[in-house]
């Protein structure tokens, strides 16, 4: 809503600009000429804010893949209650805010001047990411829970994820607790995405195999929660066959169009606002300490990176409306994205 209204006030300014010759005079003291040179003034602002945070929304996201959060891991896929506290301490000290997949791969990551956006995802909707207790509370150490406590302590720290869900619903069997638990999930901000129904490899599936998996758990996800997933994340990080397949299909009146599809691995994804964005395939990062085969390649070892390479990361201008980076990058703009962009 802010988006349309900001480029049509930044329309109204060019057409102002380029009609001064043949339009009537303005009947009003206050015309054409004075909007005109107020957008010019409020863009000026706006490029010296952006410099001034050294704004790079051109740079690289991480997002981040979670699955349990349990007290005695079982696999390597797993983080103890601490771990995922000690996980987001640092982003926060990092200057990370959480936006939902779904903000990031529309491109409305509404974050501080200053900060780095950080995706929060968890697959296979497991009790320990969400459980609520007699009185619809999430429960200690549930990872909903450690996020909000970690949200409180930090302010601005969005608490926000996206959810991947499967039939497996988070342990739940009957449709009212399925109901309740996806409903307190969309109406405490989170955002909740399709993983499938069953949790298939769908590489070598036919199209059928694949609308069958992706719509029946979105027909699910809809009629509980009157959500319309806006991601999907491949089981196994697997395509299918004819990628396209995972992010638009039909089963029976439901058809599912995903604006994103992410992958399992292994590295920080571009911006939506790059050229390099692939939204048939985001990469993520699983949340790993630097060890064994972790050493490079997961949570641990790509936020030191980004922090030392502080050109290759996504940092804020702190307006939604514009696509802020230094001018010499200007190359690496999708053509898309044209019109919201603020080089300086
Ligand atoms: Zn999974």
Known sequence: MRLRVSIGVGLA???????????????????????????????AAKLAAAAKVKANELGQVPVLMFHRVIRNPTTTDDRTPEQFRADLERLARDGYVPVTAAEFVTGK????????????????????????????????????????????????????????????????????????????????????????????NLRGKSKQEVEEQIGSIAQQIGALAYVKPVTLALPYGNQPSHKEWAARGKLGNVSYDHSGVFLAGYTPAASPFSRSFDPLGIPRIRAMDKKGDCAQFCSTAWLDWLKNNPDMRYTSDGDVTTVAFPKFKDPFLRTTYKTRALPY
């Open 109 to 200: 990551m509404d974050i501080p001047a200053g900060t780095h956006p950080v995706v929060l995802t968890f697959d296979d909707s497991s009790p320990s990411q969400v459980t609520l207790d007699e009185v619809g509370v999430p429960k200690a150490d549930t990872a909903v829970a450690i996020l909000r406590e970690v949200a409180a302590r930090h302010p601005g720290f969005r608490p926000v994820a996206t959810f991947y869900v499967t039939r497996d619903m988070f342990g739940k069997t009957t449709p009212e607790e399925q109901a309740q638990t996806l409903l307190w999930l969309k109406q405490n901000g989170f955002d909740i995405g399709n993983h499938t129904r069953d949790h298939v």
């Open 13 to 43: 300014a060019v057409v102002a600009l380029a009609g001064c010759g043949s339009d009537p005079v303005p009947k009003s003291g206050t015309g054409k000429a004075d909007t005109a040179a107020q957008t010019k003034q409020t863009r």
